[in-house]
């Protein structure tokens, strides 16, 4: 066996073992009970109990109110599809619902090592297998996504993600070949058609078209099909908005009944810092995870603001600087990656709550991906402080 068929079956046997950890940290959550949204989407849903019930699931809200009359402003159909397929199987029974969102979690976290040690290899800053291996680890076992793991009103995060990644791994797959930069017209259309039904999992899907957009800019910069690229994308975008607003007539909702959707627009802006700061904080110190926050900052004069203000300010900053001096692409990737998935929950249009740490699921790709190819850098020679770092990590 050569060394780097070593080094190979080293990572797959680490790889197999985060799965396993995970498993295992998950599975005890089998014995509870469905919560919260699950009531209206599944315990008191008649439509998934009708045999011939699938075309309304289909086609409009995932909420029964009653009656087997379906309403709300989240159309995801194939959370619905899911759904339904469960409760064939497991009727009112929450451990085949959470067992099947655990293994959908296994499956990201494979494609998350996939997606990092793809942007390594095409951005030729590393062949390291550590580092994909790190962001396996952190993706597999951080606390932040315990919500959407286990939480079965939360499958859309995990099958809009799961989705979506494999859009971007399709896409990426032409920058491994020596042929050149081109984009095959068969990798756009099957990226095109996964991103599309990451949209009908969860909204926020649309965000994988900017994703691969920014992959396609830093990686592959001399692509001939960005006309058709951008054309495909805008095509399957207004496919949705068609089969949402006139085949199943689920509107955007004008305004929730919550504190940050009740609030003006300057007032959303105000919060907007805190929200960014929020969220990097429980990714780096997860200490105040919750389900749902409510805060609303409306003085720019409160602590609340003007402290993650200063905060994301210095953060950019020092990200500024530090691409400039590396001109590191994976980094610049990963960071854009976090900042862009993060759009739709920035509540600059008001949600229903001001932060969830379920939000979050997608967004941790990127950010973890960054801090890890910036401690892989400035670790690069220093054995000792990787090894710190490392146990640190573990």
């Not at 068929?5 to 014995?31: C, D, E, H, N, T």
């Not at 793809?118 to 994909?132: F, H, M, R, Y």
Request: hydrophobic share 50%.
């Amino acid at each position: 066996m050569t060394e780097g068929q070593s080094k190979v079956r080293r990572s797959g046997i680490l790889l197999l073992g985060v799965l396993f950890v995970a498993l295992a940290l998950y599975l005890p959550s089998l014995k509870h009970p469905f919560i919260w949204d699950d009531e209206g989407q599944i315990v008191e849903n008649d439509v998934l109990r009708d045999p011939h019930g699938l075309p309304r699931l289909l086609t409009a809200s995932t909420f029964d109110v009653g009656g087997g009359e379906l309403t709300g402003v989240f159309y995801r159909p194939l959370v619905s599809l899911i759904n339904y397929a469960n409760f064939r199987f497991w009727d009112l029974n929450p451990a085949g619902y959470r067992l099947l969102q655990i293994l959908l979690h296994l499956l990201n976290v494979l494609l998350v090592y996939r997606l990092v040690r793809t942007v390594l290899d095409v951005s030729k800053e590393t062949t390291s297998k550590t580092l994909p291996f790190f962001a396996s680890l952190l993706y597999a076992l951080h606390p932040v996504n315990v919500e959407s793991v286990i939480y079965i009103g939360a499958i859309g995060e995990v099958l809009y993600t799961l989705l979506g990644l494999a859009g971007l791994l399709v896409l990426s797959q032409h920058l491994r070949r020596p042929s050149g930069q081109d984009i095959p017209a068969t990798a756009l259309v099957c990226f095109c058609l996964l991103v599309f039904a990451s949209i009908l999992a969860k909204e926020s899907g649309v965000v994988f078209f900017l994703a691969g957009g920014m992959f396609l800019f830093l990686f592959a910069r001399n692509a001939k099909r960005w006309v058709l690229y951008t054309v495909t994308c805008c095509m399957v975008t207004l496919i949705y908005l068609w089969l949402r607003l006139g085949v199943a007539g689920v509107p955007f909702a004008a305004k929730y009944p919550s504190a940050i959707s009740q609030a003006s627009l300057t007032e959303r802006l105000l919060t907007l810092p805190y929200i960014v700061a929020h969220y990097i904080q429980i990714l780096v110190a997860p200490i105040r995870l919750t389900i749902y926050d409510k805060t609303v900052i409306n003085n720019a004069a409160s602590p609340l603001f003007w402290g993650p203000a200063l905060m994301l300010f210095a953060i950019t900053v020092f990200g500024g600087l530090w691409y400039r001096r590396t001109k590191s692409r994976a980094f610049l990737f990963f960071a854009l990656f976090f900042l862009v998935s993060l759009v739709p929950v920035l509540n600059i249009y008001g949600l229903d709550m001001t932060t969830a740490d379920r939000w979050l699921y997608l967004p941790a790709i990127g950010f973890w991906g960054a801090i890890l190819v910036m401690l892989y850098s400035i670790t690069q020679g220093k054995r000792r402080l990787r090894a710190l770092l490392v146990s640190g990590l573990l």
